[in-house]
């Protein structure tokens, strides 16, 4: 693997190596482990023009725990600032012989577009509406590590799916390793053609309840709408869409519950849905740190590595 810039460049196959591995980091972590060697003499940068806890944290700990050199670049203390370009930036930093460079940027297409440019590999941390690959690969090692399998499960996103790069990237992934995706929410947030990314749309949180095997929940994406004119409103919302105790209840007694974060308690969803214990949702960030330090074991050659130091 050269980059990782979208769902679409993870094979089934390739899912399922990281699966294998990021579960094996994962016991290892859970045994105690918090240094590796694996990623010694490399170094990974971390260059974020969004803001971010769980994506960017994780990055950081995955290198580090990996004995990788890390830097952190934040946009508002950048040169970027000053007027320098995303691709000069890269540029700059590229001369520094990083190995990995790790870029959420607001832009669709900027992973991709710099990656063009420089000798180091992209990890596209999120990229506006359009890919966050990394957040998808945890998501379904969740999921298989949860049913075994996403063959035949089926999955429903609800929420502010035309905005949401995750909804995109897990639509391709869970497709690929063999579930059904749909999407429920306000018309106003549904994307404009469903079939372009293979999902299909429900109209009732009765179908909603029939159908999922897991449900994922999406906060609104304020930042990319004019936040005055956000139909239904967050109250609105709450009421018609938000996960609680009732809706919970309607759902199949084996249905998961997943978020990525940020959520917003009292939005789409309550106190109820994340105290349950078919929440999955701090679960994904657990393995999130797994998968992010398989990426940048594979990233940078050391798969090998990887795999001796955790055996
Ligand atoms: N899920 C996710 O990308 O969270 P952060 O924005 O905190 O990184």
Same mark, same amino acid.
């Given at each position: 693997?050269?980059?990782?810039?979208?769902?679409?460049?993870?094979?089934?196959?390739?899912?399922?190596?990281?699966?294998?591995?990021?579960?094996?980091?994962?016991?290892?972590?859970?045994?105690?482990?918090?240094?590796?060697?694996?990623?010694?003499?490399?170094?990974?940068?971390?260059?974020?023009?969004?803001?971010?806890?769980?994506?960017?944290?994780?990055?950081?700990?995955?290198?580090?725990?990996?004995?990788?050199?890390?830097?952190? %670049?934040? #946009? !508002?203390?950048?040169?970027?600032?000053? +007027?320098?370009?995303?691709?000069? $930036?890269?540029?700059? @930093? &590229?001369?520094?012989?990083?190995?990995?460079?790790?870029?959420?940027?607001?832009?669709?297409?900027?992973?991709?577009?710099?990656?063009?440019? %420089?000798? #180091? !590999?992209?990890?596209?941390?999120?990229? +506006?509406?359009?890919?966050?690959? $990394?957040?998808?690969? @945890? &998501?379904?090692?969740?999921?298989?590590?949860?049913?075994?399998?996403?063959?035949?499960?089926?999955?429903?996103?609800?929420?502010?799916?035309?905005?949401?790069?995750?909804?995109?990237?897990?639509?391709?992934?869970?497709?690929?390793?063999?579930?059904?995706?749909?999407?429920?929410?306000?018309?106003?947030?549904?994307?404009?053609?469903?079939?372009?990314?293979?999902?299909?749309?429900?109209?009732?949180?009765?179908?909603?309840?029939?159908?999922?095997?897991?449900?994922?929940?999406?906060?609104?994406?304020?930042?990319?709408?004019?936040?005055?004119?956000?139909?239904?409103?967050?109250?609105?919302?709450?009421?018609?869409?938000?996960?609680?105790?009732?809706?919970?209840?309607?759902?199949?007694?084996?249905?998961?519950?997943?978020?990525?974060?940020?959520?917003?308690?009292?939005?789409?969803?309550?106190?109820?849905?994340?105290?349950?214990?078919?929440?999955?949702?701090?679960?994904?960030?657990?393995?999130?740190?797994?998968?992010?330090?398989?990426?940048?074991?594979?990233?940078?050659?050391?798969?090998?590595?990887?795999?001796?130091?955790?055996?």
């Amino acid at each position: 693997m050269r980059h990782l810039i979208s769902a679409e460049d993870v094979s089934r196959e390739l899912f399922y190596e990281i699966y294998n591995l990021s579960c094996r980091v994962k016991k290892a972590l859970r045994e105690g482990r918090k240094k590796f060697s694996v990623l010694r003499g490399k170094c990974v940068v971390n260059l974020f023009f969004e803001p971010s806890t769980r994506t960017r944290s994780s990055f950081e700990k995955a290198g580090k725990f990996l004995s990788a050199d890390v830097i952190n %670049i934040t #946009a !508002s203390a950048s040169s970027v600032k000053k +007027g320098e370009t995303l691709i000069d $930036t890269l540029k700059n @930093l &590229d001369m520094m012989h990083p190995d990995v460079v790790v870029l959420r940027h607001p832009c669709e297409g900027a992973p991709y577009t710099v990656s063009k440019f %420089i000798r #180091a !590999s992209i990890v596209n941390a999120g990229d +506006g509406r359009h890919q966050h690959p $990394t957040q998808a690969l @945890l &998501d379904a090692v969740t999921l298989v590590e949860h049913f075994g399998t996403l063959e035949g499960k089926r999955i429903t996103i609800i929420g502010d799916i035309a905005n949401s790069r995750v909804a995109r990237s897990d639509a391709i992934l869970f497709r690929k390793l063999g579930a059904e995706v749909f999407v429920f929410g306000p018309s106003t947030m549904m994307p404009r053609f469903p079939e372009a990314i293979g999902v299909k749309r429900l109209s009732s949180f009765e179908e909603v309840a029939e159908v999922s095997d897991a449900v994922i929940l999406l906060r609104i994406q304020l930042e990319r709408q004019d936040a005055k004119k956000v139909f239904p409103s967050l109250k609105e919302y709450a009421e018609l869409f938000g996960m609680n105790k009732k809706r919970l209840s309607m759902l199949k007694p084996e249905t998961v519950i997943l978020h990525p974060g940020p959520f917003n308690r009292g939005v789409e969803l309550n106190n109820d849905v994340v105290n349950s214990d078919r929440s999955l949702i701090f679960s994904q960030v657990e393995t999130g740190l797994a998968v992010r330090m398989v990426i940048l074991s594979l990233l940078c050659g050391r798969k090998e590595k990887l795999k001796e130091e955790i055996a």
